[in-house]
């Protein structure tokens, strides 16, 4: 009888231990490695996220992938080779010019538009909206009488006009898709600072004496991160979308300077006679603003703190 409690203690303890280790063990996992747990388990992201580094390495090294072959010039006795002729492995445009060349080096300022776009956007938008709500009162109301507005303007009627009256360089096609970009992410973030800034660490901050800025700074901005990171992510490919049809509409950068989105303005013609000119930009913007959602998708789940490893 004595024997067989031993054995019982002996197994209950066991039992004990293996649950304080699987305890323990799950203790170990920082922050960041959860969040990298749950965006690697999330298959559509991760392919999204190969699919993005394949793109921004081929816009890095275009110049030796092209094999130095320059974008711009023109060759009119090789006009309209298809696919795999001549040593032109995408063929060439209406003037002769290398597509494959002009697919890498368009990549670099598409894709460039598309980060830059969307970050400057979308910090400016959570620097507004944390400053919104947390001040509330009159400066909330005023914010977001002006939010609403930039949700009532047609986004691409607005950016058209700007583009005309502008002119196209990659710089102020930049600004116009800032000024318009910003509006969606501080309305966000305003809802999100509204419940931080009432959160009991903030009331402390509020009592040993710190200021509005180092608050808004130090503990809410910090706070909105994840909220931002899936923004960028999200937003990344509506720029693209917007440069593709700024630059499609021959209001976008310099026809002389390859991007996907004139690479299709000048393609339209030859749809017929040379429709290689319209599948492989279309095929790199379509990639690039999918892989894009994906990651954003995969980033929204991984950073839900709901979820589970």
């Known amino acids: 009888m004595v024997g067989k409690n031993n054995k019982d203690i002996r197994n209950y303890t066991s039992s004990t231990e293996n649950g304080l280790t699987e305890i323990s ?65 995408l063929g060439t445009d209406d003037v002769g010019r290398d597509e494959w060349a002009r697919i890498l080096y368009g990549g670099r300022i598409s894709l460039l538009i598309g980060f830059l776009g969307a970050v400057s956007g979308t910090l400016i938008g959570g620097v507004v909206g944390s400053i919104s709500g947390y001040y509330g009162g009159m400066l909330d109301s005023v914010i977001m009488r002006i939010v609403e507005i930039f949700f009532c303007v047609p986004t691409l009627p607005i950016l058209v006009v700007f583009a005309r009256i502008w002119g196209g360089s990659m710089w102020n096609i930049l600004i116009i898709l800032v000024i318009f970009g910003w509006a969606g992410t501080a309305r966000l973030v305003r809802g999100m600072v509204l419940s931080i800034k009432e959160s009991e660490f903030i009331e402390a901050s509020r009592a040993i004496g710190c200021s509005d800025a180092r608050i808004i700074l130090r503990h809410i901005f910090p706070n909105t991160l994840a909220i931002l990171l899936v923004s960028i992510t999200l937003s990344i490919g509506g720029v693209i979308i917007y440069e593709s049809t700024l630059s499609f509409l021959g209001l976008g950068i310099d026809p002389s300077t390859p991007t996907w989105g004139n690479m299709l303005q000048n393609a339209q013609n030859f749809l017929w006679n040379a429709p290689h000119l319209v599948i492989w930009p279309g095929l790199f913007i379509f990639l690039a603003i999918l892989s894009f959602n994906f990651i954003g998708d995969g980033l929204r789940d991984a950073l839900d703190p709901k979820l589970k490893i």
């Open 25 to 89: 063990s799950a203790k170990e996992y920082t922050y960041f490695q959860m969040v990298a747990k749950r965006f690697f388990r999330h298959k559509l992201a991760v392919v999204g996220l190969v699919i993005i580094t394949v793109l921004v390495l081929m816009a890095v090294l275009a110049p030796l992938l092209s094999k130095g072959v320059d974008p711009s010039k023109t060759n009119l006795l090789k006009r309209f080779l298809p696919p795999l002729t001549e040593g032109h492995l």
